[in-house]
């Protein structure tokens, strides 16, 4: 019905847009600051993987994405150890509060995070977690949780009360059962939530950067630190930011079945 | 109005169709003409949804031609071909109130203001939906939804069939006789052809004058639902229609005549079997058996009470044979003897009739 | 959906959730608060001041330049990123590998650190040696986003627009694939336009979705830092200075602790306050 070719232009118009920066950036990355400062040219004269060579090598480089990277996971594992039950409780229980409870962890996800830059500083440094990877990861939960437990319970909703009846009357201890029969069957739910909040935490940079000074320093920072734009450090800037793209990539490639399915399944 | 001619109509959903599973429906040739009320019938995956969206032009034939009063209109738009289809579920423009809604075919067509009021009002009122006319559409009951439906394809003057798939399958079931009944009612009242997909046969065979029904893409018999019902030309048909569905028993034939369980049974006529035929049945409805001194003998298994009448279950060897016997009648207690009435019992070969 | 069987014991399930928000959540907050009722000298001596902070903030120009910058901001996005999203949406493949290229594509700049983001557009609009800096200028514009506040504008907006509208697009198309194809069929029957079928079937089923992206656009833009400061640092001179970075300058630079927290709560106020008015007003009538 929409087969006319001019419906093909809008979205191909559209991912070039999204594609110009992006292939600047990689352009950039394997350029040297000669060819970068000298002259202009759409794609490398001189292709060069020095950039990349040096960030692998310099401990201050590779080690933003070790830091990046860990508090990431830390944040995605607590974010959804502590949502799983918190989650089947507002599936599965009516109790005291619990709707207000609901709203109010759904209200931290409006919160600007300029607001809390400061408190938290304090607060971090005045519990002597300034400058870890748990600082960061815990401070990341405060929209990450809220999150996980939003979409977690729309998945578990779904789930009839009767697996969890039958299972309780076959003899299911409580932490058995979740952990053997409930997380399998939400198990796209679980993923889907884990997906979000890799994603939240691996772009948030603020309060990351808020609560880190040298050893946990994410890579935001180094680069920050680099990103003047004298251009001696174009090419390094640039390849930095390349490696930030790639989780992203590896990310959306092995879901995109699920993306694209998750769609069709929204038909009758 | 409409002359409605299919002719040789097959089509596929794959773009390379290779084997017979393949094709949704194969090779159909059909003629519906004016004003008649019309029933597919068959069971899901038959194809009659298929070809139901063919005649509607929601999609274009893989082969064949479709033809309204002579005119081929197989590449035409449905927008062009004359015809309204109700769905199986309401379908209806939220946003609007049913006023609009019966209006929307008409304004997208150009008409104007004041014959738009005029057929819209004479529609409403024809299927009782005036005192809702101003409210919004969202908000009525699903048969008030799919009476919108209907409406909207009555609204326009030149439509000349209406095609409905399914239409009863969100009704409440208190509510489906209601809607059925308005719909042989304003079938004789406007006079359109009516061509109605269904899964049912009771309402197909309340509905309809002549009945198509469908197996596996073909159409396997088309007649009026008596003709159906007494000579199925297809064991399909004698299973599917009539509750009990007909027996089918194996046979072999000699000299004409078919013999079931050794047994001679006697048929109307002498049977002339086709050429290389692998399997031979007779099929008899429960309607058409009854207990006799002599015949084939069955064991008697069971009685069912069915409201007007009782079904027997009796058995010959590893044959199940299903009768039916009025309320108050005697029946055998543990062994009997069953006939076969002559003029009711066909052969099938192949599950084809002969003759 | 399943039934809820009231259970006070589920209180030991959120415990650990509620926790861990909380000390993130109500401890800064309770801080937040006990700042903007007090003054400090800076030798850690605090005394109660009352609304002289709030007072403060909402009479200053500075704060008012700042919110009257961020709303013109929202707008500009908003009233770009929505409508472009859904035209998008609805001109994309139903199904097939064009879907499936097409949603891997477009949903890479959501993948992107913020900074990185931020980083990208910096170099991609630089007036020399960027893509797009260098376009402009060639094609008679006089282009420096480093110089000029119309410049500077020009290239925030259009990074928003390139870092977010997919998730407009995203959202708006899940929306158009749970229209069931029966309403297409009837639309063609009923000889509707395009415009019509996009008018009386796709919008209002698209409601729902939309009403999501906008919350969610508005929230986030309103909010934006850290791909905005990479990019002007908020200006040329301050120019681009929205809310988010102005408070950041003001907490974390110049640590006025009184002026910082009631500027905070005012602004988390404001976000609270319009996300609700928005929500009421569009769920309004509508059962869920």
Partial sequence: ?268 | MALIHLDRISHSYRAAPASDADWAVRDIDLEWSDGGAYALLGPSGCGKTTLLNLISGLLRPTRGSIRFDGRDVTMREPGERNIAQVFQFPVVYDTMTVYDNLAFPLRNRGMAAAQVKHRVEEIAAMLELTPTLHSRAAGLTADGKQKISLGRGLVRADVAAILFDEPLTVIDPHLKWQLRSKLKELHQRVGLTMIYVTHDQTEALTFADQVVVMLDGHVVQAGTPVELFERPRHTFVGHFIGSPGMNVLPCEVRDGAPRFGGIAIETAAPVRLPAASQRLEIGVRPEFVRFAKAGVPVQVERVTDSGRFRIVHTRHGEHPIKLLIADNASIPAERGFLAFDPRRTQVYADGWIVN | MATRTPNQKAWWLVAPVVALVAFNAVLPLMAVVNYSVQETFGNNQFFFEGVKWFDEVLHSQRFRDALLRQLLFTAIVLAIELPLGVAIALAMPRKGLGLSLCLVLMAMPLLIPWNVVGAMWNIFALPDVGLLGRALNELGFDYNYTRQPVSAWFTLVAMDVWHWTSLVVLLAFAGLSAIPDAYYQAARIDGASRWAIFRHIELPKMKHVLTIAVLLRFMDSFMIYTEAVVLTGGGPGNATTLLSIDLVKIALGQFDLGPAAAMSLIYFLIILLLSWVYYTVMTRGATS
């Fill in chain 1, 1 to 268: 019905m929409r087969s006319r070719a001019i419906t093909w232009l809008v979205p191909t118009i559209y991912i070039v847009f999204l594609l110009l920066p992006i292939y600047w950036l990689l352009n950039m990355s394997f350029k040297n600051t000669n060819e970068i400062l000298g002259s202009f040219t759409l794609w490398p004269q001189t292709f060069t993987t020095e950039n990349y060579r040096k960030i692998f090598t310099d401990p201050t480089w590779y080690n933003g994405y070790r830091n990046s990277l860990t508090y990431v996971l830390i944040n995605t594992v607590i974010s959804i150890t502590v949502a799983l039950p918190a989650a089947y409780a507002f599936s599965r229980y009516r109790f005291l509060g619990d709707k207000h409870l609901f709203f109010w962890l759904l209200s931290n996800r409006m919160a600007p995070p300029a607001v809390f830059a400061l408190p938290f500083f304090q607060l971090y440094s005045a519990i002597g977690l300034f400058d870890t990877h748990i600082a960061v990861a815990l401070a990341h939960c405060l929209f990450n949780i809220p999150l996980a437990v939003w979409i977690l319970e729309g998945f578990m909703s779904s789930v009839p009360k009767e697996l969890d009846e039958t299972a309780f009357v076959d003899g299911y201890s409580f932490p058995r059962f979740f952990v053997r029969v409930f997380m399998p069957t939400i198990a796209a739910g679980i993923g889907v939530a884990a997906f979000f909040c890799f994603m939240f935490s691996w772009v948030e940079l603020l309060l990351a950067k808020t609560l880190t000074s040298v050893d946990a320093k994410p890579i935001a920072a180094t680069m920050t630190r680099t990103a003047s734009t004298s251009g001696y450090e174009l090419g390094l800037l640039a390849a930095a930011g390349a490696l930030t793209i790639v989780p992203g990539a590896i990310v959306i490639y092995f879901v995109r079945n699920y993306i694209a399915k998750g769609f069709a399944l929204g038909r009758v």
